[in-house]
């Protein structure tokens, strides 16, 4: 699969070599997010989590968990900060990221910082998040720094859960419409939110079955790159049910090496404005691409 270019790779180039370098077509003109209203709230995740899981509407740990992809589409927006973390052969790599995210339309931008390469400074890559789509600025291996690329996320073999360094934050909770084995672990807090505490493992391919249209195209990619659809996951959701933080951890094999990657996604200011412009065709790199 594409991310197996990591296992080559030393130092904060590992995460550029890990990008897929296809280009086609640029969206032209920008497109604005709403920024919606916070839900009333719903049952406290953490009083809910005590009845049990059941799968039924009547509540328990798996039915909070697999409701918070649709409980964020009602809160609409917010702030987005990611985690990648790799580890293979005793090399551990670390990709942070901070943005924002429109959780209706499936759109976002995140900053992420590549970590420090011997004397090299970090570098800073720009992505914009959009169904079927991921577009990359400053993406080093030859490309100018004024330039887009465009890599269209159903042809990556993980569906851009880890390959661009940010898992996006839409797939990232949709995952958790597959959820399952869920028991409350405890209370927790997270940027000082009260927050359930959960824990279970997910299943990519039904979760891909199971996606609205805009997410179901990458994560049926997902489905069949990783060596197995299993997912374990952390969750976090406040008193109203919205996740606030969900980590997966994904393994795969690069050769004879296993290679781990925790994906760490933390939600917060909702309601947050999300206005967005997709580079027209004009910046879109259409050259060759290094490594």
Known sequence: MVVRRLGRAGGAD????????AVAA???????GAADAVPPAAPRAGAVAASGERDGAGGGPLHAVRSAPDLLERAG??????????????????????????????????RILLPEDGDRPRRGITELFTPGALYMKNRGAGVPVDKWVRVDTTTLADGNLVTGGATDPGAAAGLLRAARGVAHVGEARVGGVPVAHYRGTTDIGAAARLAPPRLRGALAAAAKGFTTDTVPFDAYLDEAGRLR???????????EREVDVVSTTVLYG??????????????????????
């Open 26 to 32: 640029a969206l032209a003109g920008c497109s604005p």
């Open 270 to 291: 909702f309601g947050t404005p999300v206005d967005l412009c997709f580079p027209p065709r004009r910046d879109i790199y259409a050259g060759k691409i290094a490594g």
């Open 245 to 255: 933080k969900v980590r997966h951890r994904f393994s795969f094999a690069n050769g």
């Open 77 to 110: 927006t917010s702030k987005a900060g990611t985690a990648l973390e790799m580890t293979t052969g005793g090399t551990r790599l670390t990709i942070e990221g901070e943005g924002v995210y429109d959780f209706r339309a499936g759109r976002g931008r995140v």
């Open 14 to 21: 590992a995460a550029a070599t890990a990008v897929a370098a």
